[in-house]
């Protein structure tokens, strides 16, 4: 289904962009045709040469050799191309056994008729309008093709192709008005609210089951069954054929101007005055039509999903007036939808069975949390109707099979109250005559034939609101302008905005414009992408959709309309960048009113699943006072819709040095929330310092409230970082609130809670310490102190965090502001580094065993306290392996600490590498006389 939408939606920007070259267009278009007949014929059967007067594409079909040119010029007969085709194909004198089709572009029934004539005897003419019925997937173009061959006509309108010539006699309904009945058929009903319902027409047993109905003109119904539309007088009962076509479902729409419209199959087709066209296709199996904004069409597709089992392909689509000009909004409602409803601007109603939602595609694609839908008061609503500004009508069977109600539903409250109940089975129809016109309601009576059922039309008034008591809430949104006015007029027409002719900013693939709506005159950015490829439209249809699935969130950047072949896109037009506005954003306020304005949105598409990756100054961008976060190009789910990443799995990605380490290893599983964390703490650290960043290079800013939050957003490991927005938030909290007690306070009451059990309270303790490390009594007399099995656990939750914390730790020899440690502190701190080197060792965390280590060696060889010595000694004499070269490594520095380990020299037990350290100490001290 994605290669259907993208050949759709490569066809509607092919015919809406005229400026490239007549043969350069003819090229594209015969490339169109190659990949609509590989989708019968198989791939290798098909050839596209470009050699001759016009491109033309051969290919092989149920034994007959087929060959097709392609041309857009309508001056094809004028300049004799079709006497060169005719000739360079080989087509002149007698005719040979390759079948030949001239498919011209051209609109004017006058050229048209020149260029049937032009190839009457050599073969036969397509149009436009069967191009677009065979990419909207209502035949197959082989099909069409060999049809046309088949009539023994040169042109043959597409109506003559499609539209099956079937009998009077074969009508799958037949009614009769129930007045008429010679045994009147009694269905029970019950009303309420003032409304009133009876049986108008009742109908014969029939095999054939309808699946929609609407209002046709001229007091008359249309109902829609496999094989085509029937027109129904709904007092008479009289039925005949007004459309026969294969493939029709759903109910169809009626225009002001008489024209009618229809799903048929995967494509929707119009029939008007006795010319049928195609207008739209690609839809998955069950789609349904529906009037949307001024009567335009349209479509619900694709499904939900049970709550809590992720996403469907549940979509609403605009279709526009041609193949391809249609904008699908992808819409996230964890529920099993049966239909939709139009209220007003972008407003749907989406019935499902459980729940209901209304989806505003203004703002956004996504339906809310659970708590804001609306309970379903139906089993089955897979029938609507919009009675007023604030109601819905639906029709849903109760799933006994002998019952169902029409209820009366208030989006604004969320309440339903049942209208109409009927001891009738299947729903089949519902609509509704204009103005203060009645319902009409098309079920079947119960029975207990599974193959045979038997149609009632029911006549309900009285169902719509008393007057006054539809009225929209109070505080309803006022009329849209400036930027709603554009996402609400939004049809993905290009030519809807006037450009700069130079772009005002290039954004890797694409070029950003600034632009005017020219209808309503508003300045918007205009986004426009560079490349073709297939990488690069991904990236622009994840850009989109996020957007949109987040654009009610105040902080994200809404996208106001796009390309159905997404190679451009609207937002408004910012006032600024992070990137321009450094300066001004130092201050502690300025720069916690962005953090905050981040974190929020970052929040909301981490709950929803979404991970932006690409958090970097240039993507947060100021819109009429508030920031906003934007470029969506690179975000993904952590888990579950992975496919639209897979180009990028291998290769590392986001911006050096915003990006997060794990990008550069692991980029597909290693999308986390956190890894947005580390780029948010770098855009941080960037303001503060003012130093582009490096890649995987912390940007720590000088001692101050934000440093310990750079620090803990943007530790290497992920695990170590805070793992959601709510934990980075209230990290912001504790190191920039203003503090009333001393560090020593804080960290006494943490070292209190710690011996209590609380295991976050060691970790705050070592965090507050490492964000001040020359703070003397934090070390000598918290972190020393801290439970043997508290600060194992920290230590190894993040080893980067515990190498600072030792080196801090090593660097309190010098006492605090001019004066030494007292002994017992010296004791302190070596035993709580010779704690961290044991850890270390055990753990074969080599680089923390080499800083603690150090740290250890760096007192003893200070103080020379024999009690902490003689732990030192136990410990050397049970190292090995590396644990002993890197340990024996630090002796070797440190040789004045050393050789207060002399007696390890002659143990024949103890390491080599040891005994090699400690002996080449000595033997330095002896030479220099100590």
């Known amino acids: 289904m994605d290669e259907v939408q993208e050949l759709l939606a490569e066809y509607g920007q092919w015919a809406a962009d005229d400026t490239a070259s007549v043969r350069d267009r003819a090229q594209q278009l015969a490339g169109v045709v190659a990949d609509l007949l590989r989708r019968t014929v198989p791939a290798a059967a098909v050839h596209v040469s470009e050699s001759g007067a016009v491109p033309a594409v051969f290919f092989d079909f149920e034994g007959r050799d087929y060959l097709v040119s392609c041309t857009v010029d309508e001056s094809a007969v004028a300049d004799g191309t079709i006497s060169r085709i005719v000739r360079d194909a080989g087509l002149s004198g007698r005719p040979g056994d390759t079948r030949w089709a001239l498919l011209s572009w051209t609109h004017e029934a006058r050229q048209l008729d020149q260029l049937i004539g032009g190839v009457r005897g050599f073969g036969v003419v397509l149009d436009r309008t069967h191009l677009d019925a065979a990419v909207a997937g209502l035949l197959s173009l082989a099909d069409l093709i060999q049809n046309v061959f088949r009539r023994r006509e040169p042109h043959l309108p597409l109506a003559e192709l499609v539209v099956s010539r079937t009998p009077q006699d074969l009508l799958p309904l037949t009614m009769t008005a129930a007045d008429r009945l010679t045994t009147p058929l009694h ?26 109905m609407a209002w046709r003109a001229g007091d008359s119904l249309l109902v829609t069954y496999e094989d085509g539309l029937v027109d129904l007088d709904p007092v008479r009962g009289r039925t005949r054929w007004f459309l026969t076509v294969d493939g029709c479902h759903g109910a169809p729409l009626v225009g002001p101007d008489g024209a009618v419209t229809v799903m048929a199959g995967p494509a929707v087709i119009r029939w008007h005055e006795g010319t049928l066209t195609a207008v739209a296709g690609g839809f998955e199996p069950g789609a349904e039509l529906l009037a949307g904004p001024g009567g335009e069409p349209w479509v619900l597709s694709g499904s939900g999903v049970t ?50 939602a209304v989806a505003d595609l203004s703002r956004t694609t996504g339906l809310g949390r659970q708590q804001e839908w609306i309970r379903t008061p139906g089993h089955y609503p897979g029938h609507l109707l919009v009675t007023g500004p604030d109601t819905v009508l639906t029709a849903s069977p109760d799933g006994s099979g002998n019952r169902m109600t029409l209820h009366r539903t208030s989006v604004s409250d969320g309440s339903s109250e049942p209208l109409v109940e009927y001891r009738l089975d299947r729903v089949m129809g519902l609509t509704q005559a204009p103005q203060d016109g009645p319902a009409y309601l098309l079920a079947s009576v119960p029975d ?88 690069a439209r991904r990236r622009m249809v994840r850009e989109v959709t996020v957007a949109q699935r987040l654009g009610g969130h105040p902080h994200v950047m809404p996208v106001l309309d796009f390309s159905p072949a997404y190679d451009w896109f609207v937002m408004p037009m910012a006032d600024a960048t992070v990137e321009e506005m450094r300066t001004e954003l130092a201050s502690d306020e300025a720069l916690r009113e962005l953090v905050d304005a981040v974190a929020a949105a970052l929040a909301e598409a ?74 948010l703490g770098q855009v941080i650290g960037w303001i503060l310092t003012g130093t582009w960043p490096q890649p995987n290079i912390p940007l720590l800013p000088p001692p101050g409230p934000w440093r310990g939050v750079v620090r803990q957003a943007t530790y290497p490991d992920p695990a170590a970082r ?209």
């Open 606 to 679: 981490h709950e929803q699943g979404w991970v932006h990756r690409d958090i970097k100054p240039s993507n947060i961008l100021l819109l009429n006072g508030r920031w906003t976060v934007a470029d969506w190009g690179i975000a993904r789910r952590p888990r579950g819709e992975t496919s639209i990443d897979k180009p990028l799995t291998n290769a590392p990605i986001g911006s050096l040095g915003w990006a997060a380490p794990e990008f550069s290893t692991d980029p597909h599983d290693g999308s986390c929330p956190a890894s947005d964390i580390y780029g």
């Open 187 to 212: 269905v029970p009903t019950q009303t309420w609210c003032g409304a009133t319902s009876h049986v108008a027409l009742v109908g014969e047993a029939t095999a054939v089951q309808p699946s929609g």
């Open 722 to 930: 805070p793992q959601d927005m709510a934990a980075f938030i209230a990290l912001v909290e504790r190191e920039t609130s203003p503090h009333t007690q001393l560090p020593i306070t804080r960290a006494q009451r943490l070292l209190e809670a710690s011996t209590e059990g609380d295991e976050d309270a060691a970790r705050q303790l070592v965090q507050l310490a490492v964000d001040q490390p020359d703070n003397y009594e934090l070390y000598l007399d918290a972190v020393a102190r801290l439970d043997p099995e508290a600060a194992e656990s920290v230590l190894l939750a993040n080893p980067a965090q515990a190498i600072t914390l030792v080196e801090a730790m090593a660097a309190q020899v010098d006492g605090d502001r001019g004066q030494w440690p007292a002994f017992t502190e010296a004791d302190r701190a070596i035993y709580w580094l010779l704690r961290a080197s044991r850890i270390a060792a055990r753990e074969e965390q080599w680089d923390l065993l080499e800083a603690a280590a150090r740290g250890m060696c760096t007192w003893d060889y200070r103080f020379d306290q024999w009690k902490p010595q003689d732990s030192i000694k136990k410990w050397l004499r049970s190292l090995s392996g590396h644990g002993a070269q890197v340990v024996a490594s630090v002796l070797r520095e440190f040789p004045g600490s050393a050789r207060h380990f002399w007696e390890l020299e002659n143990e024949r037990s103890v390491d080599m590498e040891i005994r090699g350290a400690v002996q080449a100490a000595v033997s330095a001290s002896r030479s220099d006389g100590g």
């Open 307 to 356: 709550y809590g089992a992720g996403e469907g392909t549940l979509a609403l689509t605009r279709l526009g007036d041609t193949v391809g000009a249609q904008l699908r909004y992808p819409v996230s409602f964890e529920a099993a939808v049966r239909s939709a409803a139009w209220l007003d601007g972008r407003r749907f109603f989406l019935a499902a069975s459980g729940h209901s």
């Open 448 to 535: 207990n034939d599974p193959v045979l059922l038997r149609p009632v039309l029911t006549r309900i008034i009285g169902y719509r609101p008393s007057p006054g008591a539809d009225q929209l809430p109070a505080g309803a949104e006022p009329r849209p302008t400036g930027y709603a006015l554009v996402q609400q007029s939004a049809r993905g027409v290009k030519k809807d905005y006037a450009l700069q002719r130079l772009p005002m900013a290039r954004e890797g693939q694409a070029d950003v414009f600034q632009a005017e709506h020219k209808a309503t005159g508003t300045a918007v950015a205009f986004k426009r992408r560079r490349r073709q490829d297939s990488g």
